[in-house]
C-alpha cells in the first residue's frame, strides 16, 4: 500500500493543546518513515525544532486577519506549495485551520481532513459556518472523543464521515520531567493539594472550585486548591478567594510549563470546566501522574474519569455543595484514591500512551490510502 504524504495544518507548535497534539502524531509517524509534513500559522513553540528535524522545514501560513486580499494570497501560496510538496491530504487539526485549509485544500486538487476537537460552543456565527463548510468539504472528520462525534452527529453530520482518534501523551517523557525540580515550590501552600491546570477563560468554569472550598476545609482544614494557569478570569477568580475567605487557602500560579514536576506536589487534581470540552489533555495529565480526578460530566471528561474507578465525576451543572462532597470523598480515604490513581494511570497507557495512539493514525491514514 503506498503511503499517503500527508501536510497537517495546526496554529503553532506550543507544548500543549492541539498544537502539541499535532507535533507529537507528525513527528511520531515520520520517525515511522512516513512522509508527514507541517504548516503553520505561527512558525514558533516548543515543539519547532524537534518537527523540523523530523518532518522538514515548517511551512509558515502567515495570516493575520480573515478577510483581507493578503489572506487569499496567502492561501493560495499555500494550495501552490502542497501541489509542490506532493501532498495527497491536509489535516487540519484546529478551528483556524479547518476554515482555510479548506479553500488551500480545493485549489491544491488534494483531499481535507478535518478536525473537531471540541464541540464548538464559544466560536462566533460565521466562524461556525465556515466550520460546517469544511466538515462538508473533508473526506474525513476527525474527533478525539466519542461525545464530540456524537454531537456533531446531532447536528447532522454523518455518522460514518467522523472517527475517533485518541489524544496521545509521551508517558516515558512526562514520567522524566516528573523528576525535575519545580520552580514554583516555594510559592506552593502547605497542606492537602488539589490542583486545577488549565485556562482561566468562563468555559473552565475554575470559580465552582473556589466556592466549594470552605465547605471542604470544614471537614479537611488543610484543603487548598492550586490553580496552574493565565486567562482573562484570573482578576475575578482572585476577588472570589478574598471574598470567600480563602485568599490564603487558594494559590495562583499563572502560567506553568513544569506540568509532570508539580502534579508530583499535589494530591489530586480537578477540571470543572462548564462547555465546549473535548477530550482533556489536562486530565490525562493528572491520570498519568497517577492522581484521582475530580471533573464535571461535560464534553469528554466522562470518557477517561469514571466515577469511583478512576475519580470523581459530577454533573455539568453542579453546584459547589456537589464539588465540595466529591472532593471531600477523594481527600478523605488515601488508600481508595491511590487505588483511583493506579487505575488512572493503567487507563492511559492502554488507549493513549504513544505506541497505541500512534498506531491508530496510521491505521487511520492507511485506510484514506485504501479508499
Not at 89 to 109: C, P, T
Not at 110 to 128: C, E, F, H, M, N
Not at 338 to 356: D, N, T, V
Amino acid at each position: 500500500m503506498n503511503q499517503l504524504r500527508v501536510a497537517h495544518l495546526v496554529y503553532d507548535l506550543i507544548r500543549g493543546g492541539t498544537e502539541g497534539q499535532c507535533a507529537r502524531v507528525a513527528m511520531g509517524l515520520a520517525q515511522q518513515g512516513w512522509p508527514h509534513r507541517v504548516a503553520v500559522f505561527r512558525r514558533r513553540g516548543f515543539f519547532l525544532e524537534a518537527v523540523e528535524s523530523a518532518c522538514g522545514p515548517v511551512r509558515e501560513l502567515p495570516i493575520r486577519h480573515a478577510a483581507r486580499p493578503a489572506t487569499i494570497r496567502e492561501v493560495r501560496r499555500f494550495a501552490a506549495w502542497l501541489k509542490r510538496e506532493r501532498i495527497d491530504v491536509l489535516h487540519a487539526w484546529d478551528a483556524d485551520a479547518a476554515i482555510f485549509g479548506q479553500f488551500a485544500a480545493r485549489w491544491a486538487g488534494v483531499a481535507l481532513v478535518a478536525s473537531r476537537r471540541d464541540l464548538g460552543q464559544i466560536y462566533p456565527g460565521w466562524k461556525l459556518a465556515l466550520l460546517r463548510r469544511a466538515d462538508r468539504a473533508a473526506v474525513r472528520v476527525v474527533a478525539n472523543a466519542d461525545a464530540i462525534r456524537a454531537h456533531f452527529v446531532a447536528q447532522g453530520l454523518p455518522a460514518d464521515k467522523i472517527d475517533v482518534l485518541p489524544n496521545v501523551i509521551d508517558l516515558e517523557e512526562r514520567d522524566r520531567l516528573e523528576n525535575e525540580p519545580f520552580p514554583g515550590a516555594d510559592r506552593l501552600p502547605a497542606g492537602r493539594r488539589l490542583v486545577a491546570v488549565n485556562r482561566l477563560d468562563p468555559e473552565k468554569n475554575t470559580g465552582l472550585l473556589i466556592a466549594a472550598l470552605p465547605q471542604v476545609r470544614k471537614e479537611i482544614p488543610d484543603a487548598v486548591l492550586v490553580v496552574a494557569g493565565a486567562g482573562p478570569e484570573m482578576p475575578a477568580l482572585r476577588a472570589q478567594a478574598a471574598a470567600t475567605g480563602v485568599a490564603d487557602a487558594v494559590c495562583f500560579l499563572g502560567e506553568v510549563t513544569a506540568v509532570p514536576a508539580l502534579l508530583r506536589l499535589c494530591e489530586a487534581g480537578a477540571l470543572a470546566s462548564s462547555r465546549n470540552e473535548g477530550l482533556s489533555n489536562t486530565l490525562l495529565e493528572f491520570m498519568a501522574a497517577r492522581l484521582p480526578v475530580l471533573a464535571t460530566d461535560c464534553g469528554g471528561n466522562r470518557e477517561l474519569v469514571r466515577d469511583g474507578e478512576t475519580g470523581r465525576l459530577v454533573p455539568r451543572n453542579a453546584s459547589a455543595d456537589d464539588v465540595a462532597a466529591a472532593w471531600i470523598s477523594l481527600l478523605r480515604n488515601r488508600a481508595e484514591a491511590e487505588e483511583m490513581g493506579r487505575q488512572a494511570r493503567e487507563a492511559i497507557a492502554r488507549r493513549h500512551a504513544l505506541a497505541p495512539a500512534l498506531e491508530a493514525f496510521r491505521r487511520f491514514y492507511d485506510k484514506l490510502a485504501a479508499d
